[in-house]
């Protein structure tokens, strides 16, 4: 019972528990907006005329929103949010750590093809364009392919000046809403990274399976997983800069799949 309410209690702190929250899924759609070429541009617009917010950021955390705006396909898609690759040393095999194409890195493969498919009524296309888009965030997330016995970090208890979460909360949102920057100000001092790849040559499928087992390198590097429960800022500190790496990552990676699966 006391444990029942400590989690309650726990899901009440305004931490985002999604992954990157809705403040770094954003920010890979605004990252990947900036080098999609002009055509692949104009067809996303098309496929979403009459969206809410008609833009790639407008849409990318729909599929977390899923959980309460469409129950059944929130639970049919649940496990495409992440892989589990942490107790094989980072090193994907399909049939064992994603049975049924029920992981982020098949998910990403199989949705691309469906947006890519100009065959297909536009109502799928945009409900696949709506998975890639946040899929490609979530796998850059490191814990979102880190260790499945503890969650991904879920079970792993902490507390930063004096606020109780976990490690994946932290890793999620924690850690960028430090910053106490707005969306403009992350934008441009991610901005300023390096590129991670080459968009020039978009190719598919999408090398999901490498963006996943990379993010599991970062999950289990000395250190990420805190000695003690109770953190301080040296912590943000350390990790923030592979985060926000893995942000502008993601948001490359996403461009260079979304050129792949668009172009003429």
Known sequence: MIRALLIALLLLLPFDALAWGTLGHRLVALLAWDELDPAVRGDIDALLAGEPDPTLAGIANWADDL??????????????????????????????????GDCVVEAIRAQTLILGDRA????????????????????????????SHDKGGNDVQINLNGRGSNLHQLWDSGMLNAAHLDENAWLQRLRALPLAVSVAKPALPPDAAAWAQASCRIALQPGLYPAKATIDENYVQTWRPEAEAQLRRGGSHLAAVLNAALKR
């Open 67 to 100: 959980r309460s705006n469409d129950p059944d396909l929130g639970k049919k898609s649940a496990k495409w949010h992440y892989v589990n690759l942490g107790e094989d040393d980072c090193v994907y095999e399909a049939a064992r750590n994603c049975p049924k």
């Open 120 to 147: 297909r009524p536009r109502d799928q296309r945009l409900q696949a364009l709506k998975f890639v888009v946040h899929f490609v965030g979530d796998v850059h997330q490191p814990l979102h392919a880190g260790y």
